[in-house]
């Protein structure tokens, strides 16, 4: 008898102000909508055999349970853009390293060429990998990075 093996399950949680791309500077952000950045996820999970799963939340306090949901429910792999509680959350910190998932941290723009106190990630230590500044396309190297990662 054969055991049925599960797809791999990835959750893509997105940040505050996240729920505004496409409105909010585009020049900075891109024209894309978060819908569309979603979408685009699922359909390139569908192709490599990952169920991928979307969370955003303009709260911290809800970022936290979605990451302490995804170490209950043994998800296989995360992808996470903190957005401004990149820089401030200890909190979500934290929550992540109860998870042995791998782990990439994404950022539109790239953090590194903004203000000086965008410099400094504080969930960078805790991440398998970071990918900042390649638009919404770092999400999609991202999905297909965990992927591989996961097997």
Do not use: W
Not at 115 to 136: N, P, W, Y
């Amino acid at each position: 008898m054969t055991a049925i093996r599960r797809k791999p399950t990835v959750l893509v949680i997105h940040g505050p102000n996240l729920n505004m791309l496409g409105r909010r500077e585009p020049e900075t952000y891109g024209t894309e909508t978060l819908d569309q950045i979603n979408q685009g996820l699922k359909a390139l999970g569908s192709d490599l055999g990952i169920d991928v799963t979307v969370f955003q939340s303009n709260y911290e306090g809800a970022m936290v349970e979605a990451i302490h949901k995804a170490f209950e429910e043994k998800t296989d792999g995360i992808i996470i853009n903190p957005a401004a509680y990149t820089h401030t959350s200890v909190a979500i910190k934290d929550a992540l390293l109860m998870l042995s998932c791998p782990m990439i941290e994404v950022h539109l723009s790239n953090i590194y060429k903004r203000e000086a106190f965008r410099h400094k990630s504080m969930v960078s230590d805790v991440v398998t990998g970071q990918i900042a500044g390649l638009g919404s396309r770092g999400y999609r190297l991202a999905l297909t990075a965990l992927a591989e990662l996961i097997g």
